[in-house]
């Protein structure tokens, strides 16, 4: 009796809770409604296999309780219902499939116009690349990253020279327009997913691999890294911010290319009236140096940076450093030198200018009060 | 009576099988660690298994800790937690339920219920047991080297897998490696016998189409695992190679912390595909037996015979064979070719139809049938309710196009939890439940078992169901914190509090069930040889426990297949198989107890 009751008050629950629960998916910011539409389609039909079945079973739980005196039907196969079972299953199953494999077929298939934007990553930071007036995006090589070429770019390539490129974990996108986003990883997998876009893929260490997708609502957007990419994946964060066009057009106009990055002309126009401090807490969290590093004295994968300056650390060697300008110039330039007792190896070294240096410095020191 | 020709009345005979000589030990090391007879094997098998899994249910409970009550519990960083999330993952999934189900009931099960005295292959059984157990120390050791364990994800994906940036990348892995090999040969060795005892060793009348479906299941599974678990193998001695001599089986040109490293021209989707050429036939290898196990308690206890029995045979060899050609679906977003999409997702969702067979003919044996709602029974119809759930989400993920926005999530922790954590386990307990009397010749305490199965079932449900949602919204897995992520709702962390609350629970509650195990060892009620009225040749042995060489004087013969349940004119609601057509005809009850074999 119990029994057959909470296997249908079970079928209740899970329905209403389905109905009424909050969570659900983030409301979409892409042309991915096809998406959507797929998953309500399976959400139905399994929907109705799964209250059928069970409350069936939960009726013959209630029905079909022994007694004694009676035996139970003895009917060891029933071709007929089998086949029609059978046939039924097919069908709801190629219901599903269906439209799954149609909305797939546009996956694969970015539309001609697409913009081309690259995505980088690296343990545990994003970068982009946009191709320059050309539309052309310049070859790259692992074998050319280094700390003055961190996007790795080909320096003999002609197509590579006007090619835009954003150090900073966030990206801006303009509205409306088809962009396939091609994926690249320096080190390890990593996966590029935006929950209001709905597609995802992941970044393979030797190949470049693609999504493509038009965003529909301007806003800004959460990109997680959705492939565990070692200790620091759960920092691995950025931001996509839709734009109009006119507003996209300005943002890139911030970004150096990779001629500028290498003559170094025209690179400072950005921080231009802005403080020391302020343009050191811009850097860290376009860096992603934020994502091991907390400001508010909470743990993370690295230390802290709150009152972090003039503070006495011990280092894994058992020796003490007072945490200096130059302490803290070596530590992100060559994070090996010398670690922090109770701290794993494993920070990127970064690739960072004298002056964005001196802006990080400031920021830590001035901006996050260390004492001394 | 009926016409289904299963329900044979003649005696076949298949090949002659001849009497085997046994090794009885005389010492105390023979008889319980050197043993050589598949029953004590069987319970070596379980009992580590269970004891290695106990350490996994421990570090899920850690791992809920942290992602109900993030910040709260200083000692799990994040490099302890991807740890807690690796071995978790790849004990529960190796070392606790393919050990469990093919070392463990396999063995005890096999012999017994096709009417062998023991495996074919005594010796190499043993050895089998011993290389296992050698692979489970090696894990744990590898939990005691420098730099610990490794947090690669069960999975071992590289590159990062053997990478600084990784917890455990030096020795870690280079254990957990050799670890894995040294189970694929002693499980080798063990599933060659399975496979060989249940070909060729079946007592006579015991035909293919008259075994139990517990057998039909045990034994596929091992063929997909002897199929499959090279795979792994190949896959971790280039692992292995890559991390020590540093050859670029699956390493590209990388360039990790900075440094150019000297790997070129490996790839790691290779590896991805060898992992899953591996990893999903894995999930039959753990869904076989259950499915096998199942259909026999739901059989028993609803004193029925299973419904369509040979589409049941016919389905567990098309999923079997299927298993092999959906692997990649668990790589949709994993940069392969993207037109492999077309191809997997439509496997995939194929071989939902035999699944959904399965389910049907389970549900299909309870109606009309005479139920005794028992403790075994109650968990095998709690596994049918949590695999349908399960199951449906499988067509979700393996739509390619679904699969979109939820890989990667909770959606995914939430499916593979229910399908083949939650569901098999429940069989697990039931099997327990089931069979302890014959393994100890005691019953399990009711009142107890049925308190274990009411929190473990519903308990589950509230940790799995709700997870599907956060799934949805796109919250992902293996994240050590998801603070600070705007498009999830604060309501999302009280949702991870509750589910980590009744992970809790669920996890406490198994101390019952040890404590029952325990208890009636000692003061269970005596069981009697056939205390389920079952039709199977494990329950018709003259001594119970079963000695070693399982019957009597005489092999027993079978006359009729596994499911004579509430045969019309039979007196009894179950024949045995060994009972032969002219007792029946005669209208002579088949006394359970009589045990001696025809």
Redo the contacts between chains.
Sequence with gaps: MV?GV??IL?VIG?VL?HFL??????PLASN?S??DT??DI?FW??GV??VA??L??AW??LK????KD?????????KK??IW??VI??IG?AA??T???Y???Q??NPPEDADLVEVIG??WQWSYRFPGEDGMLGTI???H?S?ANPF?INPDDPRGQDDVLVASNEVHLPIDRPVKLL?RS????H?F?V??F??????????V?YIWLTPTVVG???V?C?????????TM?GHVVIDEETDFKAWLKTYPTYAQTVSGVGVESTTAGTSLVEQGRKLAQSRGCLGCHSVDG????GPTWQGLFGKTETMVDGSTVVVDADYLKESILN??ARVVQGF??????GSFSDQELDAINAYIKDGLGGGS | MSTVAHDADEFVAPAEVPEMELYHPKTWLGKYVFSQDAKVIAVQYACTAIAIGLVALAMSMLMRLQLGFPGSFSFIDPSIYLQLVTMHGMIMVIYLLTALFLGGFGNYLIPLMVGARDMVFPYVNMVSFHVYFVAVLVLVASMFVPGGSTGAGWTLYPPQAILPGTPGSDLGIVLMLVSLALFIIGFTMGGLNYVVTVLQARTRGMTLMRMPLTVWGIFMATVLALLAFPALFVSAIMMILDETIGTSFFMPAIVSMGQQLEYAGGSPVLFQHLFWFFGHPEVYIVALPAFGIVSDLLAVHARKAIFGYRMMVWAIIIIGALSFVVWAHHMYVSGMNPYFGFFFATTTLIIAVPTAIKVYNWVLTLWRGNIRLTVPMLFAIGFIFTFINGGLTGLFLGNVTIDLPLSDTMFVVAHFHMVMAVSPVLVVFGAIYHWYPKVTGRMLDDTLGKFHFWVTFLGTYAIYYPMHYLGFLGVPRRYYSIEGIDFIPESAMSLNAGISIAAFIVGAVQLVFFYNMFVSYYRGREAGGNPWEATTLEWQTPDTPPKHGNFGKDLPLVYRWAYDYSVPGAELDYIPQNVPPSRVEKGESVDPDEGKPA
């Design positions: 029994f909470v296997l079970l899970s809770f629960s909050p969570w659900y998916l983030t991915w096809i998406i797929t998953l399976t039909v399994t296999v799964f079945i069970n069936f079973m013959c739980v079909f309780r022994y007694r009676r035996r139970a039907h003895y009917e060891p196969e029933n219902l089998e079972l059978t299953t097919s199953v599903m499939l439209p799954g494999l909305a797939w077929a996956f694969v690296k343990q090589d692992s074998r990253i700390a790795g994926l320096q080190d390890v997998l996966d997913a929950a209001q709905r597609v995802k893929m992941d970044l393979v260490p030797g190949l691999t800004k957007y959460d997680l959705e492939e565990l990419c070692g200790v620091g994946h759960y964060r909470s743990a993370g994968v994070p090996g794993a190896p494993i920070m990127p070294p």
